[in-house]
T-cell receptor, first 116, second 111 residues
Framework: ETGVTQSPTHLIKTRGQQVTLRCSSQSGHNTVSWYQQALGQGPQFIFQYYREEENGRGNFPPRFSGLQFPNYSSELNVNALELDDSALYLC???????????????FGEGSRLTVL | GQSLEQPSEVTAVEGAIVQINCTYQTSGFYGLSWYQQHDGGAPTFLSYNALDGLEETGRFSSFLSRSDSYGYLLLQELQMKDSASYFCAVEGNTGFQKLVFGTGTRLLVSP
């Protein structure tokens, strides 16, 4: 177990709705990343937060947004949900780049979102 | 852009050795990582290669050849619990920790 917890574990929404997913990072980790994993595929990078600032973003539209709080926990918000947003959303915490030689990410078990 | 290709599925029996290959196209990266993911579970880190050559961690070993744009994960003394999906991933030299994951290989270990 990595110490990264995510909530909710499962949720169902309809097209056009908004969703907020939450993540508590492992103790001592101040960097949080979010990934989207469609069924049968590898995770895809959405964005990363470091010290409450977004410091990197993948190829996702602006309706995907996030926050990081002073305790390093994080939220992923998705507006105007589309059917293709149905996926497993993974949060990963890590030490800052340079503090670990491997760049190891510690993933939570994810929030499975179904959009109908 | 970056892309990593893996075989979709590999099957083996308990006690055997299996190799999962990863070929990639990327302009530059820091290292190649491997993650294991059981159905319904979180991806967990297995191994990392920053330099060419073999890295050994218990029953698992990983290899990287930058000149061949190729790496592999070697699993020895297979156990039933090794049945899972395995992903290779590269960390690009973007200045932040972004991993680009491969397509994933589903390993099925039978008795």
């Amino acid at each position: 177990e990595t110490g990264v917890t995510q909530s909710p574990t499962h949720l169902i929404k309809t097209r056009g709705q908004q969703v907020t997913l939450r993540c508590s990072s492992q103790s001592g980790h101040n960097t949080v990343s979010w990934y989207q994993q469609a069924l049968g595929q590898g995770p895809q990078f959405i964005f990363q937060y470091y010290r409450e600032e977004e410091n990197g973003r993948g190829n996702f539209p602006p309706r995907f947004s996030g926050l990081q709080f002073p305790n390093y926990s994080s939220e992923l918000n998705v507006n105007a949900l589309e059917l293709d947003d149905s996926a497993l959303y993974l949060c990963a915490s890590s030490l800052p780049k340079g503090q670990t030689g491997t760049g190891e990410l510690f993933f939570g078990e994810g929030s499975r979102l179904t959009v109908l | 852009g970056q892309s990593l290709e893996q075989p979709s599925e590999v099957t083996a029996v308990e006690g055997a050795i299996v190799q999962i290959n990863c070929t990639y196209q990327t302009s530059g990266f820091y290292g190649l990582s491997w993650y294991q993911q059981h159905d319904g579970g979180a991806p967990t880190f297995l191994s990392y290669n920053a330099l060419d050559g073999l890295e050994e961690t218990g029953r698992f070993s990983s290899f990287l050849s930058r000149s061949d744009s190729y790496g592999y994960l070697l699993l020895q003394e297979l156990q039933m619990k090794d049945s899972a999906s395995y992903f290779c991933a590269v960390e690009g030299n973007t200045g932040f920790q972004k991993l680009v994951f491969g397509t994933g290989t589903r390993l099925l270990v039978s008795p």
